[in-house]
């Protein structure tokens, strides 16, 4: 090859370099932030841009929204229990120039960012309301990763909890708990339903007790349900009001006193014999009128046995 040809082929060679160097595409999502002799002149894009070659440099930046895992930590709560969480961070650029010129790499220090956020939020919380209000706890990482990226361009939407590792230890004793409060749910739904339950009988039996036919038709469609089963008992119901008539009318016959007039009242059985009356023994001296009287004996004998003489007197 003569040298003609070399000189050529040289040519051609460095007009490439120099195209590849000037001309520079930007796709739609992207955004080319341009430093001319390290100074920043601003961003370009998207399409097709033409950059002076060796003077001018072009840096690329994304602006679709990265999705970034947070990696698991290790939170030790408000309440002193120990808890493994990972988290989820939505978040894109929204000022390329600020994100090139102002950090380094953006998206490693919106992770590192957001993994010491979450251990700082979530060691302020309490476990229930790490379980129970995600939603407040996700909007108070945002607000505050967001705070943070914000001179870095970096725009942060959505923060979100995924999982909160417990102790079995933990586990199970919120397993007791929650067993203790269905036990409690239970017995309350129980004593309510036993106290709606006793108002209703004390209407009906207002209602039975304004009308007591009610009753009789009671024992009836109890009859009828317990013929359904195909037994062979047979209840025959009898009130109870029935029954305490007639043995207070068969009290009342035995203690009718006989009327004047009509004759001696036929007795109903041998009558029964009189108890004996106690006599005090004749030792016994009973003061009557202030002297002394022995029981049973007559006035003379009493005299003669106390030795006065009624008579001696006169």
């Known amino acids: 090859m003569s040298g ?3 000189a050529v082929l040289v040519i051609i060679l460095f007009l490439l370099v120099v195209l590849s160097a000037a001309i ?3 796709k739609e999502y992207e955004r080319g932030v341009v430093f001319r002799l390290g100074r920043l002149v601003g961003t370009r894009g ?3 841009i033409l950059l002076i070659p060796f003077i001018e440099r072009m840096v690329k930046v994304d602006l679709r929204t990265v999705t970034m895992d947070v990696p698991a930590q290790e939170v030790i709560t408000r309440d002193n229990v120990t808890v493994r969480v990972n988290a989820v961070a939505y978040f894109r650029v929204l000022d390329p120039n600020a994100a090139v010129v102002n950090v380094a790499d953006y998206i490693r220090a919106t992770s590192q960012i957001a993994q010491t956020t979450l251990r700082s939020v979530l060691g302020q919380s309490v476990l229930d309301e790490l379980l129970s209000e995600r939603d407040k706890i996700n909007q108070e990482l945002q607000r505050i990763i967001d705070e943070q990226t914000e001179p870095w361009g970096v725009k942060v939407s959505i923060v979100e ?3 909160v ?3 079995q230890s933990m586990q199970r004793a919120m397993a007791r708990q929650a067993e203790a409060e269905r036990e409690k749910r239970a017995k309350i739904i129980h004593a309510e339903g036993e106290y709606q339950a006793s108002r ?3 209407e009906a039996a207002e209602v039975i007790y304004r009308n007591p036919v009610a009753i009789q038709l009671r024992y009836l469609q109890t009859l009828t349900e317990i013929g359904a089963e195909k037994n062979t008992t047979v209840v025959f119901p009898l009130p109870i009001e029935l029954m305490s008539a007639l043995i207070g009318r068969a009290g009342g016959e035995q203690r ?3 009327r004047v007039g009509e004759g001696p009242v036929p007795s109903r059985g041998p009558a029964p014999a009189p108890e004996p009356v106690p006599q005090p023994l004749p030792s016994e001296p009973a003061r009557v009128g202030g002297e002394a009287r022995f029981a049973g004996l007559p006035r003379s004998e ?3 046995a106390t030795g006065d003489d009624p008579d001696a007197g006169q």
Request: net charge negative.
């Open 4 to 6: 003609v040809g070399v």
């Open 46 to 48: 998207p399409g097709l």
């Open 302 to 304: 009493e005299t003669t």
């Open 256 to 258: 009718e006193p006989a």
């Open 161 to 163: 909890v995924k999982d």
């Open 200 to 202: 209703q009988l004390a």
């Open 24 to 26: 520079k595409v930007v």
């Open 165 to 167: 590792e417990l102790p």
